[in-house]
């Protein structure tokens, strides 16, 4: 084979999910944040197209409503996420001594 060698490494190692899982945490939430920016920014443009129009108001508040619990939603479910991985990761070290943290 011309010399080439490789070497597989496991990724499923107790760490490895760990780490993993953070990553992704915060790759929705770098994701995501800027999407939930856009939507409240729509939602307040649509509240203000609606120049006086009460029916107008009353769809825009009903999406304002809507954005604002998804984003609270998505912030708490991002701490939630944030806040078990840490825990895990915390107290990982202490059951498999050397092995290294996030």
């Known amino acids: 084979m011309n010399g080439v060698s ?10 490895g ?29 649509l509240l203000v197209k609606a ?14 409503w809507k954005v604002v619990i998804g984003v609270v939603l998505f912030m708490s479910s991002w701490l939630l996420g944030v806040t078990i991985v840490n825990t895990i990761s915390q107290i990982i070290p ?5 092995t290294p943290s996030c």
């Open 94 to 98: 202490g059951i498999f001594p050397g």
């Open 17 to 45: 999910i760990f780490c993993m899982i953070k990553g992704f945490i915060g790759g929705v939430y770098l994701i995501g944040t800027p999407i939930a920016a856009l939507w409240l920014i729509i939602a307040g443009f």
């Open 51 to 64: 120049r006086g129009n009460s029916e107008g108001i009353a769809r825009a508040r009903e999406n304002l």
């Open 6 to 15: 490789f070497t597989l490494h496991d990724p499923l190692t107790q760490t």
